[in-house]
């Protein structure tokens, strides 16, 4: 992921936590155990809050996406897509609408200096009947988009993504070509600046936005964007 929150940003966190070189979570049924690497990759090797509410929400409102391709931005260690696999495994039925003869995918993204460790955890975590469904690809916000067939995703995911304002313009470029008319945007993050809601001024120009959850015991909000002014459900 870019640059992210300093470590006194990282709510519940505490420091030997954002250091620690292992994080262990559990969702779908497994336990999830995260390579991290802060000395080396920073922020985008750790595990932060809005990646688990995240998580969680996805697993408690149990969304059917049977039949939905999903990508993740800045997925860094890799938690979510991780999660969002696994549950495929049950309810989600992930498929590429441009090719029904592929596998079921979930697609991770990351820029190239974090796809190492990203990899390394998404093959550690998945049982190999699911590596089929879930891909590493480099997507650097606003540079890698020709690498991506625009409007190919129904699901756009994104934790802690929003922060450095000079990477709002870049995101909001790859949102809009990632997305169709259809597409539901899911960005989980914590509220911390007044250029957080910067972004979700420029995002509802765009795009028709509503929160959908917030977590107060770690400050989490959910917002779900859709072009227009469709509010489908998934």
């Known amino acids: 992921a870019a640059p992210g929150p300093s470590p006194e940003e990282g709510g519940g966190w505490t420091a030997r936590q954002l250091?620690?070189?292992?994080?262990?979570?559990?969702?779908?049924?497994?336990t999830i155990r995260l390579q991290q690497d802060w000395r080396r990759l920073g922020v985008a090797a750790v595990v932060w809050d809005a990646a688990v509410v995240l998580c969680a929400y996805l697993e408690m409102e149990g969304i059917d996406l049977r039949d939905r391709s999903v990508i993740e931005l800045g997925a860094g260690t890799g938690l979510l897509g991780i999660v969002v696999t696994l549950l495929g495994k049950g309810f989600f039925v992930v498929s590429f609408k441009a090719n029904h003869n592929c596998s079921a995918r979930v697609t991770i993204t990351d820029r190239a200096a974090a796809l190492e460790l990203l990899e390394s955890n998404v093959q550690a975590n998945l049982p190999p009947e699911l590596y089929p469904r879930a891909v590493v690809k480099e997507l650097t916000w606003g540079k890698d988009l020709d690498n991506f067939s625009p409007g190919a995703f129904d699901l756009i995911l994104g934790a802690d993504i929003v922060y450095l304002e000079e990477t709002f313009a870049e995101l909001l470029q790859t949102l809009e070509h990632l997305c169709s008319e259809q597409t539901v945007i899911l960005l989980s993050c914590r509220i911390r600046y007044e250029r957080d809601l910067k972004f979700l001024r420029m995002l509802r120009e765009r795009f028709s936005v509503s929160e959908v959850h917030y977590d107060s015991s770690k400050d989490v909000h959910i917002y779900k964007a859709q072009r227009g002014t469709r509010k489908d459900d998934l």
């Open 19 to 30: 250091h620690s070189p292992w994080a262990t979570f559990h969702f779908a049924s497994r």
